[in-house]
């Protein structure tokens, strides 16, 4: 197995579209980006976008767009901070990159393909100058330790290395480090908030 890291154009999108829906399930299928966003994205903010390739087919993503501090280091919901998927947000002359979405197919997890998408990323923040990367982090792992822990102790237990989070973990690893918790973030069934998530070269 050969995966490749490309750029992602246009003959991307409907295998995106299905992916998206395949990667989050119990996310609410508004918050899903549509064939539509992902044009958009490719528009405004081409060199920001990334598909992993299996031969042809798309089985990681990486959707990211410019952004000022002082908007993502204040609790935002994940609607709010990407413009319904329309990345409004986006600002050419932003000093930071908003880790928008990321994703890998359920049958080619554990490959190291995050890691690659996460190095792409890396590689375009030292391209262009940039002072890091930001995101909310997802906690699916929470789900299994809500009723007797809250997220502030989940996180901090994960960050500690006393449990392990199967989205946070391998962000940490990664590099990044958490600066705080987005509270009701996404409109997920199982756990809505999510890790204030930075990474700085």
């Known amino acids: ?9 246009p003959e991307h999108i409907p295998q995106l579209v299905i992916h998206q829906q395949i990667c989050f399930p119990t996310l609410d299928p508004e918050d899903h980006f549509s064939a539509e966003n992902f044009a958009t994205h490719l528009r405004i903010f081409p060199e920001g ?10 089985v990681g993503q990486s ?18 901070i990407v413009d319904y998927g329309n990345f409004g947000h986006h600002d050419p002359d932003g000093e930071w990159l908003y ?3 990321m994703s890998v197919h359920p049958a080619y997890r554990g490959r190291g393909i995050s890691r690659m998408l996460y190095d792409a990323r890396k590689a375009l923040i030292r391209r262009l100058g940039l002072r890091g990367m930001v995101a909310g982090g997802m906690l699916p792992g929470y789900v299994a330790h809500r009723d007797r822990m809250s997220v502030e102790e989940y996180v901090a237990a994960v960050v500690a ?5 199967p989205t946070l973990t391998p962000q940490l690893r990664n590099g990044f480090t ?4 987005l ?10 908030h999510a890790a204030l998530i930075v990474w700085e070269p």
């Open 1 to 9: 197995m050969t995966i490749v890291v490309v750029q992602t154009r």
């Open 161 to 165: 290395g006393q449990l392990a989070d």
């Open 99 to 101: 880790g928008a979405d």
């Open 49 to 58: 976008q990334h598909v992993a390739l299996d031969n042809d087919r798309v």
């Open 63 to 80: 959707s990211t767009f410019r952004i000022r501090g002082e908007k993502v280091f204040q609790q935002h919901t994940f609607e709010e």
């Open 183 to 192: 509270y009701n973030h996404i409109r997920d069934e199982l756990v809505p």
């Open 178 to 181: 958490v600066r705080g918790i």
